[in-house]
């Protein structure tokens, strides 16, 4: 079909003298085609007068949809069953010329932003290598929306106090605060509300008038409106994170502000400027920073156990033995763990954040060769091995095999002995330990059935005496 500059073309050339074979060659077209337009002496392209094979159809068809729940395959499935000879490709084309079962496109708007108003800040899962082991960590991003200067960390977790320190970090990075930070109703910072009607908690909105800025927060479902921030989430997984590896978060996060560095000073296409330009004039409209930032910390009162450690998010850090038992109280923030017992007896830690479960020592709080924590044995132990001496070699094999933890399952046996008879709990536990069974709950079974075979006689010995008692006692 010839555009509307082609007929326009022709119909010039028509009108200047020049023959339809010229103008046939000239615009490679045929002559017949030369022909139909100056017929119909108009540059504008004529609408197609077909038909539309679904249009018979068109009330089934909307019947269908809402019975379908707007699925137009199954659509197209239910009228072939019916007898309609209409392609999948006929059907779709029909519904979105005539607007049948379309959502109807809505521009998305721009958004413009004066410099120093407002700054986005948000978080996306990542997976990361660090140390060797991969963590689904957290990433907290934050983009300054007039000349989009880019800061982000990476956490293992992002709660109320990591919010804190990386909003402390990126006013740092930028070297001013913004009039707003635009959120997206996170509960990290919301108390309640959405929107326009968001009342952040009271605790970060003080935060955030300590340093200059204010809380604010979209719409739900209005992306949009963050958008600043929600598109460097794919160039960081993509760019930053592709390839690779860390040997700590303290690594990881320290290469993430070299590379907004080297991202803030190239020039970006849909910019047409670099960040860092723009930024030159930006941080002429930002809040200075209070002439001191507080340092942001995490209070948590704790007890030294008997190994001398104290536990902070899983992670357990060496005290002095003489602190043992004593009430201490653990100031955490960005880098360090501080132990207070008092104002004069202080230990710093670096902090650590992965992996769980592991133990920081000192040096000094190491204790000298041979003068290590006595283990003393279990008080549970104690008492089996007291009452009934010969199940110590169970008792022994029970703590190298017992799925539980140590302690449980000696409380679990001490607790048989005391509940069960003497002599169906030593049968049991020689049967047991022949077999080499150390689930305590098939032990306890085993018991019951002696129980119940040797002390609750039925049927025709119902009358006979319980084994152990005198015939007739307990009878009312």
């Known amino acids: 079909m010839l555009s509307q500059a082609q007929r326009t073309a022709i119909l ?35 609408e197609i007068q077909r038909k539309e094979k679904a249009e018979p159809y068109r009330q089934q068809i909307l019947d269908l949809l809402a019975s379908c729940k707007g699925n137009l395959v199954r ?52 997976e990361v290598e660090v140390g060797g082991r991969k963590y ?92 600043r921030v929600e598109r460097p989430f794919s160039f960081i997984e993509n760019n930053f994170l592709a390839g690779r590896t860390f040997t700590n978060w303290q690594d990881l996060n320290l290469q993430a502000r070299q590379w907004c560095d080297k991202v803030n000073s190239t020039y970006k296409k849909h910019l047409r400027a670099v960040p860092r330009e723009l930024f030159a004039v930006e941080q002429l409209h930002l809040k200075p920073l209070p002439a001191w930032v507080p340092e942001v910390y995490r209070l948590h009162q704790r ?14 850090y060496s005290v002095p033995i003489l602190w043992i038992g004593r009430r201490v109280e653990v100031r955490e923030s960005r880098d360090k763990i501080e132990i207070e017992l008092d104002p004069r007896h202080i230990v710093t830690h670096v902090r650590v954040l992965t992996p769980p479960n592991q133990r920081i020592m000192l040096a000094e709080h190491r204790p000298p060769r041979g003068a290590g924590v006595k283990r003393d044995s279990h008080p549970e132990e104690t008492a089996l091995v007291e009452a009934v001496p010969e199940i110590a070699p169970y008792v022994s094999e029970l703590k190298k095999k017992s799925r539980k933890v140590i302690a449980l399952a000696l409380r679990q046996l001490l607790r048989l002995l005391r509940e069960y008879p003497r002599e169906p709990f030593l049968a049991a536990v020689a049967e047991a330990a022949r077999y080499g069974l150390y689930d305590l709950d098939r032990l306890e079974r085993m018991i019951l059935r002696r129980v119940a075979r040797d002390y609750f006689l039925i049927g025709e010995n119902a009358e006979a005496p319980i084994k152990g008692t005198r015939q007739g006692a307990g009878r009312q």
């Not at 880019?150 to 070297?175: E, G, H």
């Not at 007890?303 to 357990?316: H, K, L, M, P």
């Open 75 to 126: 659509v197209h499935e239910e009228l072939k069953v019916s007898g309609a000879a209409l392609s999948y490709q006929a059907l779709t084309s029909f519904c979105r010329r005539q607007g049948i079962g379309q959502t109807p496109v809505v521009p998305s708007g721009e958004y413009h932003f004066e410099p120093g108003v407002e700054m986005q800040h948000d978080t996306s899962p990542h």
């Open 303 to 316: 007890t030294a156990d008997a190994e001398g450690y104290v536990s902070v998010n899983s992670i357990r």
């Open 136 to 227: 689904k960590a957290q990433t907290a991003s934050a983009v300054l929306c007039y000349s989009r200067m880019l800061f982000f960390q990476i956490a293992p977790t992002f709660q109320r106090f990591d919010c804190k320190v990386f909003l402390t970090d990126a006013v740092r990075y930028m070297n001013g605060a913004p009039e707003r930070v635009m959120i997206d109703n996170t509960h990290v910072v919301v108390l309640r509300g959405t929107g326009r009607e968001m009342v952040p908690v009271p605790e970060m909105e003080a935060f955030g008038d300590r340093l200059g800025f204010r809380f604010v927060a979209h719409a739900i479902g209005h992306a949009n409106r963050s958008a």
């Open 12 to 46: 010039e050339l028509h009108a200047k003298g020049v023959s339809r074979h010229e103008i046939s060659r000239t615009l490679r077209v045929s002559r017949a085609t030369v022909r139909k337009v100056l017929r119909l002496n108009s540059a504008n392209v004529p």
